[in-house]
C-alpha cells in the first residue's frame, strides 16, 4: 500500500483517517466525526450530541459547500430511495423520505411525522412535477 494513506492519532483518543498525506476524516474522543475537517462540531453542539460534520475547502476564491450523499437502488416505482429518521430513543418521530415516483430518473419527497401515541403520517409531500400536496390534498 501506499505509504501517505494511513490511520493514525494527531491527538490523545482522535482517530484520523489520512490518504494522499491529507486527512480525509477525523473522529474526536467523544464520538464527533468530521469529513474534510479536522475540527468536527463547528456548530459546537454539547457533548451529549452526535455530530457529523462535512466541510468544503475554505479558498477565498471560490463558493464552495459540503455534500452529502446519499444512494439508493430502488427497482420499481414508489420504492424508496432514502430515509432521514429523526427519533427519540427508540420512537421514530419524523422522517424525511425520497421516493422514486416514475422513474429512475423522477423522484417525489415526503415529509412525515407523528403525534403522541400516534403512528406517522405523511404531511407533506413534493411530486416530482413540482406539485406539493398537504396532508394528501393538493
Given amino acids: 500500500g501506499a505509504s501517505d494513506t494511513y490511520i493514525n492519532s494527531p491527538a490523545d483518543n482522535v482517530m484520523a483517517f489520512r490518504t494522499s498525506g ?40 471560490a463558493n464552495n459547500y459540503g455534500v452529502l450523499e446519499i444512494q439508493g437502488h430502488s427497482i420499481s416505482n414508489d420504492g424508496a430511495l432514502a430515509v432521514i429518521s429523526f427519533l427519540d430513543h427508540t420512537s421514530n418521530n419524523a422522517t424525511i423520505q425520497v421516493n422514486r415516483q416514475n422513474n429512475s ?26 406539485h406539493s400536496y398537504h396532508n394528501g390534498k393538493r
Fill in 22 to 61: 491529507s486527512e480525509r476524516m477525523r473522529i474526536t474522543s467523544d464520538g464527533k466525526v468530521g469529513v474534510h475537517t479536522t475540527s468536527p462540531n463547528v456548530g459546537s453542539a454539547n457533548a451529549e450530541r452526535g455530530v457529523l460534520t462535512i466541510s468544503s475547502t475554505d479558498s477565498a476564491g
Fill in 105 to 130: 430518473g423522477s423522484a417525489k419527497m415526503m415529509f412525515s411525522t407523528s403525534e403522541s401515541g400516534g403512528s406517522q403520517q405523511v404531511r407533506l409531500t413534493i411530486n416530482d412535477n413540482g
